[in-house]
């Protein structure tokens, strides 16, 4: 029995893993053919709406997709340097999974973007020093979400 319990929680650490890895590589690809497809790296948009329309297109370009957004905040800390690292942060509940829980996410803003899903995402929105702009995001982020082809 003990042997079980250590092979699930395993098996549960490396998937979540796994899943992050796949979406910071994905984003960070996506990124990539953004440039090279010649729009500029960086938005000139303001933040809060620079992430929404990161996430949204994020979510819709790849799997999991989510069928809801929930908890949704953008918020910031500060660099060493002394700039403001902004972050979206929430949950989505991935669609046509029977039996699907909730996983976090989270939409950082670098040169471009980077998106993060599971307890790697998490571990993004739980920083101590996170100063949370807005609360409940989610209907925006589900708005944009659905509004793309």
Sequence with gaps: MRHSVVLLTTIVVVVSCG??????????????????????????????????????????????HPARFRHVRFGYRIGSDGTKQYRLCGEFLPENKGNAKWLSFATLRTSGYEQ??????????KESKIIWDKDDLSSSLQSRFDAMP
Excluded: M, N, W
């Design 116 to 125: 993060y899903l599971g307890e790697h995402g998490l571990s993004f929105c």
């Design 19 to 64: 899943i992050s890895r796949v979406a910071r590589a994905q984003s960070q690809a996506g990124a990539d053919q953004k440039i090279a497809s010649g729009e500029q790296k960086t938005s000139t948009k303001p933040p809060l709406e620079y992430l929404l329309d990161s996430a949204a297109a994020d979510f819709h370009s790849h799997p999991p």
